[in-house]
């Protein structure tokens, strides 16, 4: 069985199933039953657009939390320093014994050398 090969350019089925929309159309309700045929794909097309819609709004709620992170990441980090130059700036021998002084705690710097205990073996 050959399939015969129609032309649909001139075939006039075609020609009687393409119309043009008029004014009067939307009237009587045509545009309507044509939009309920093709209700199916409407709503895909609504789910699709609420979906990417949503998506986008997501995007940029996280694009804009994850700029504040990186502030507060950098804020913290220079805090981090600061703190660390301030520990090593007041753990310096001669600081120590100068807070001493003005606390006057009454404790004096060892001038001897430590010594190493060791543990007679049996």
Known sequence: ????????????????????IHPR??????????????????????????FSIANRNHAEKTVIRLNQLEKDVK???????TIS?????????????????NYGLGLEENLEPNKKLVKPKK
């Open 1 to 20: 069985m050959a399939r015969k090969k129609r032309n649909v350019e001139f075939d006039p089925a075609f020609e009687d199933r393409v119309q043009s």
């Open 25 to 50: 159309d939307f009237l009587n309700g045509n545009v309507l039953q044509e939009v309920w045929k093709h209700r199916r794909y409407l709503l895909l097309l609504v789910f699709i657009a609420f």
């Open 75 to 81: 804020e913290m980090h220079s805090k981090s320093i």
């Open 85 to 101: 130059a301030d520990l090593v700036r007041l753990s310096r021998q001669s600081e120590v014994v100068r807070l001493v002084e």
